[in-house]
């Protein structure tokens, strides 16, 4: 298992493996005589010299994805060594990887060069090779070869760097995607709450001077923009890690913050809670949180006053979330800025993003927003 990490982690590592097995492949097949692939120009050349040419490519390869070109023009050198005493498939094996690492790792200019170098060796060869024979035969054989060699780990290599790009251009929409669905998130909360700021300041206001009863509405207010500013500070801690919880466990969005969320709701709501303080993962207690305080925040706009019960308590695999508030004729209401019109909407999304539902709607004198959950958030 540590080597596999290792393995993955470590791009030295993987080219020092990758360079062993090569030397360990090669030297098996000189064993077997997969050498003098065609006629020495040295005189009776010794083997063993084959052997040194594949451990010079072998060592060559360690320094590939740094200096891709330089360790090309290396393996060339030592291709050319080989070639000049006979030639083996073991070089020729490490002068495929190097001609790969270097249309992989190296530069656009680079790998532009080195393709248009290819393409022009194939052609030029092929047909000097059929002139020079006199068959078409032999033309085509040469550009076969070629084809295989030089042309194929160029196109190998730029598959995998276009299925790379790819990979991370949808890496970066997906980061787009959430950094917007974050904003949305942040702006919902932090609407919700200037909401109940200006629902405590309109009523202190809409009153006749009480010190007791100013004092309590401006407590209120505080601890709103208090909140406020604390989602703020969970959303910013989790645009600066992937997995805030551990490392904050303060981050405010818990089951347990239920009574303190309706303690502070706005409206003079008399709220009835009922909460069954069960284990869920912490996405699923953040859409509870803010679930429930816009179904108060709601209830505080259109139905000032009135009673409210909110239950939460497990149900099987499932969580329900019920917050239900009588109907009144009051409304405080007093500026179109109070009501967006997207409350319902945005908790009806969180619902269906982690699996679950949500509905809304009069039942009798009542106006109730139920939601089921899952008590996983990965379902």
């Known amino acids: 298992m540590r080597v596999r990490q290792l393995w993955r982690t470590n791009t030295r590592f993987q080219d020092a493996v990758t360079a062993a097995a090569t030397l360990a492949a090669g030297l098996v097949l000189n064993l077997v005589g997969l050498t003098m692939l065609w006629p020495s120009p040295a005189e009776q050349p010794n083997p063993g010299w084959h052997h040194l040419t594949l451990l010079g490519g072998c060592l060559v390869m360690l320094g590939k994805r740094r200096h891709p070109m330089a360790a090309l023009a290396a393996g060339t050198a030592i291709l050319a060594v080989d070639a000049l005493l006979g030639g083996s498939i073991a070089v020729i094996l490490v002068m495929f990887d190097l001609l790969f690492s270097a249309a992989l790792f190296a530069s656009d200019r680079a790998r532009t060069a080195l393709t248009t170098g290819a393409f022009v060796l194939t052609g030029t060869a092929s047909v000097v090779g059929g002139l020079a024979a006199g068959q078409v035969r032999f033309a085509v054989f040469i550009c076969l070869q070629l084809v295989t060699l030089l042309l194929v780990p160029l196109w ?85 890690a992937d997995d805030p919880a551990p490392r904050d466990p303060s981050l405010p969005g818990g089951l347990d913050r239920l009574p303190d969320l309706a303690a502070a709701a706005a409206g003079g709501l008399r709220v009835d809670t009922h909460v069954v303080d069960v284990p869920v993962p912490a996405v699923v207690a953040q859409t509870v949180y803010r679930i429930v305080g816009e179904a108060l925040t709601n209830a505080g706009k259109h139905a000032p006053g009135s009673s409210v019960r909110l ?13 239900s508030n009588t109907m009144t004729s009051g409304n405080s209401i007093d500026h179109e800025a109070l009501s967006a019109g997207t409350g319902l909407l945005s908790i009806r999304e969180r619902a269906t993003l982690l699996g679950g539902e949500l509905t809304a709607g009069r039942d009798g004198d009542h106006w109730t927003v139920q939601a089921t959950l899952p008590l996983r958030g990965d379902t």
Not at 313 to 321: A, C, E, I, N
């Open 311 to 323: 239950d939460v308590r497990p149900d099987g695999d499932r969580l329900t979330v019920t917050v």
């Open 156 to 240: 190998w290599a730029a598959n995998i760097r276009q299925q790379r790009q790819l990979g991370d251009l949808a890496a970066r929409e997906a980061v787009v995607a959430e950094r917007a669905a974050m904003a949305r998130d942040l702006h919902d909360v932090i609407a919700a709450h200037l909401t109940t700021t200006a629902m405590h300041s309109g009523a202190a206001l809409a009153r006749p001077p009480d010190t007791g009863r100013d004092r309590a509405a401006l407590q209120a207010v505080r601890a709103s923009s208090l909140a406020a500013l604390e989602e703020m500070r969970s959303m910013i801690l989790l645009l600066r």
